[in-house]
């Protein structure tokens, strides 16, 4: 899509080149997430991190992301931001170290 993108970018507004971010962000953490998950066995996932404060591309990646999973954990008691993706820095390295 970047190259699309790219290539016709004396053909199309900025404004509407703006305004499709969102969902192909959107999809590419979904199409990344479900491959990584197939490839690695993975049955459960967790989104998280400072792009999901955005709603239209954290309801876009639950939408993909839906029936795909076994578990879909989202994270409600700590912020989608730095501080939530800190809390699961914190989780990673007192897991490496029990």
Known sequence: MLKYLI????????????AFWPEYLADAI????IEVAKSEHIRTIAISGGVLVNRYISRQIIKKNTGQWTNMLINHL??????????GQN???????I
């Open 7 to 18: 290539d016709n970018d004396n053909r199309l507004k900025k404004e509407d080149m703006a």
């Open 30 to 33: 979904s199409t990344i997430a």
């Open 78 to 87: 700590t912020p989608l931001g730095d501080g939530g993706s800190s809390v």
């Open 91 to 97: 989780c990673i390295a007192l897991a490496s170290v």
